[in-house]
T-cell receptor, first 112, second 112 residues
């Protein structure tokens, strides 16, 4: 497909478990972003990857959150020891240089 | 620090009526401003953006927005709303699509 692809689309997990969320950006896009969308809270910036530069992790809410981007393409957001407050929609976006963000449909995470 | 306020959480409008969504921002320099739309279960789609130049910008789906520096506003308008415009709308400010700060969103309901 031509768009940003995220998987899974929905994830239900028990409190304390680890989860991995995947993002396949648009081919050729050098920049990749993760945002978190909580109910009524707008979008919260989490992390930004640009090419081979060190990622900007300044938005990660705690050390339980980490992300990597392999080969400059696919990215995985990992949340360890999930908590109920982690429940949200996690959105991935990609862009080419100086171009608008293209968003995926998100992963809805529910922590029970 | 940059921030965005969307004063209206929910707006209901009749089909064919005009629509205006408010957005106020706080930013230290000349901002890059964006409006995104999100349909249920979907990612965010860029409606329009303002970087510089003409303060009235045209976007997709018949939307336009006007940048008013004196009022720190970037309100979104559409002259005649269609039922398919029912969605959530987000205003965002940032530096060229990097680390965008989003408002909490405005949900638009269109009644027949």
């Amino acid at each position: 497909g031509a768009g940003v692809s995220q998987s899974p689309s929905n994830k239900v997990t028990e409190k304390g478990k680890d989860v991995e969320l995947r993002c396949d950006p648009i081919s050729g896009h050098t920049a990749l972003y993760w945002y978190r969308q909580s109910l009524g809270q707008g979008l919260e910036f989490l992390i930004y990857f640009q090419g081979n530069s060190a990622p900007d992790k300044s938005g990660l809410p705690s050390d339980r959150f980490s992300a990597e981007r392999t080969g400059g393409s696919v990215s995985t957001l990992t949340i360890q020891r999930t908590q109920q407050e982690d429940s949200a929609v996690y959105l991935c976006a990609s862009s080419s240089d100086r171009a608008p963000l293209h968003f995926g449909n998100g992963t809805r995470l529910t922590v029970t | 620090a940059q921030s965005v306020t969307q004063p209206d959480i929910h707006i209901t409008v009749s089909e064919g009526a005009s629509l205006e969504l408010r957005c106020n921002y706080s930013y230290g320099a000349t901002p890059y401003l964006f409006w995104y739309v999100q349909s249920p279960g979907q990612g965010l789609q860029l409606l329009l953006k303002y970087f510089s130049g003409d303060t009235l910008v045209q976007g997709i789906k018949g939307f336009e927005a006007e940048f008013k520096r004196s009022q720190s506003s970037f309100n979104l308008r559409k002259p005649s709303v269609h039922w398919s415009d029912a969605a959530e709308y987000f205003c965002a400010v940032g530096e060229w699509d990097y680390k965008l700060s989003f408002g909490a969103g405005t949900t638009v309901t269109v009644r027949a």
